[in-house]
């Protein structure tokens, strides 16, 4: 069964949501859950980690690690049953890396942590300058979240995967490309290559392999079929900001996700999946591959085509 196509109208409403109460607050006779908040060192910005730890003895090796970046959002997707299939497949420690308050999505935040370059939005007085903080942020994810989460329960170093959507998808890509050693799998989904006219997209192959260590990594770069060829027929592209926004996404042709996947597939030491899923668009897509990463790294039923709740 396919998820309905989103339309511009019900993503912004997405962004605009609070998060309510999750499996975070409800008992669960799988996993419990700890909550802790880590500040930049000038006080300003909080990011909250919500951990599921599994209800049983911890492998010899420590329990694998799943990721997630936008963690409030992620936190939505996972129900009782969720968590008790992953108890009976392969026992994750659940890592939701969000920010400390109570939205689903927190934009401005996200556009500033998840972004791997300074970009210029809007024209002439109107010119404001975002995002480029996706290497402050891993050194935030490796040198104060680790650290808290390993204090808490014992992981596995080579059990780790990392997840994001969107603006998260990005950064995933970014950190694998930076040579984040602390992850094995990295699973993209619906990535922002438009970002920064694609800057993304212009990093050579090189500078890639230069960065990896010499371990095997797992790439689960995922797409909408509909993000191929999106409608914006809804779009008011009087408006200036929605009219320069959707000229910054063209900065990506339709098939860069496909195209950079085979890129990534000549590259040595890489193991790259690209799955596309037919008729999904930009919104639905944080559930589905979510879910399907889930499957992929654990081992649980393949719920990315359920209808959502």
């Known amino acids: ?71 409030n959002a992620a936190l939505q997707v996972f129900d009782a049953a969720l968590l008790e299939e992953l108890a009976a497949a392969t026992p994750q420690v659940l890592v939701f890396v969000g920010y400390d308050n109570d939205q689903r999505i927190d934009s401005a935040s996200r556009t500033r942590d998840y972004t791997p370059s300074v970009s210029v939005r809007g024209e002439g007085n109107a010119v404001e300058q975002l995002g480029g903080g996706a290497q402050a942020f891993l050194q935030t994810i490796e040198q104060q979240i680790r650290p808290e989460v390993e204090r808490r329960v014992t992981i596995n170093p080579r059990r780790q995967a990392l997840w994001g959507h969107s603006f ?36 050579p192959e090189r500078d890639f392999v230069a960065h990896r260590e010499r371990h095997a990594v797992r790439v689960l770069l995922m797409l909408g ?5 999106p409608d914006y027929s809804d779009r008011d592209l009087s408006n200036p ?5 959707m000229k910054r996404v063209g900065d990506a042709p339709p098939g860069a996700a496909f195209a950079l996947s ?48």
């Open 1 to 71: 069964m396919t998820l309905p196509i989103d339309s511009a109208e019900a993503y912004q409403r997405k962004f605009e949501q609070t998060i309510g109460e999750t499996v975070a607050e409800r008992p669960s006779a799988q996993y419990r859950f700890e909550r802790f908040v880590v500040e930049s060192p000038d006080g300003v910005r909080r990011w909250r980690i919500n951990l599921g730890i599994p209800k049983t003895a911890a492998p010899v090796n420590g329990f694998p690690a799943f990721w997630m970046l936008d963690g």
């Open 168 to 203: 998260g998808g990005l950064f995933t890509l970014d950190a694998l490309y930076s040579g984040a050693s602390g992850f094995q799998t990295f699973a993209p989904a619906s990535p922002s290559l438009w970002w920064d006219h694609g800057v993304m997209l212009g990093v």
């Open 241 to 245: 900001r929605v009219a320069s926004h």
């Open 262 to 309: 085979e890129r990534l597939q000549t590259l040595p030491g890489l193991q790259v999946e690209y799955r596309e899923f037919d008729g999904l668009g930009h919104g639905p897509m944080l559930r589905a591959s979510l879910l399907y990463a889930l499957h992929a790294v654990a081992g649980v039923a393949d719920h990315s085509t359920d209808v959502a709740p």
């Open 225 to 229: 079929g509909a993000e191929r060829h």
